[in-house]
C-alpha cells in the first residue's frame, strides 16, 4: 500500500528539482503585478528581513579577556562576535 504523504513529499520533491533547473528567463512573470516603492503599503518594509546567511564552523583563538567580555553580556556571545565582524566588514567595503 503506496503511503499518501510519502507521494506528496515526493511529488513536490520533483517539483523542486525540476525549477531548480529552470532558468529565470524561462519564467513567466506576466501575472505578477507592478509594485510602486512609494506605495504606503511598503513603508515598513525591511530588505532581507528573512535572509540568513551560511554558517560556516571555524575554530578561533580570542584572548580570554575578550570572550568573558562578551560572555559577560549574556547568551548568544558566538552571535555578537558574528555582529561585530560583520559591522566592522561593512564599514570597509
Known sequence: ???KS??????????I???KKTSDSEVDFSDIPLQ????PKWKNAVVGKFYRPVKEPISLRLDAD???W???Q????QSRINEI???EMNLRR
Do not use: H, W
Not at 507521494?7 to 520533491?13: D, E, F, R
Not at 510602486?36 to 506605495?39: H, L, R, W, Y
Open 1 to 3: 500500500m503506496k503511503n
Open 6 to 15: 510519502t507521494g506528496q513529499i515526493s511529488a513536490k520533491t520533483s517539483e
Open 17 to 19: 528539482e525540476a525549477l
Open 36 to 39: 510602486d516603492p512609494s506605495d
Open 66 to 68: 575578550v570572550i568573558a
Open 70 to 72: 562578551l560572555k559577560s
Open 74 to 77: 549574556g547568551t548568544g556571545y
Open 85 to 87: 565582524l560583520r559591522r
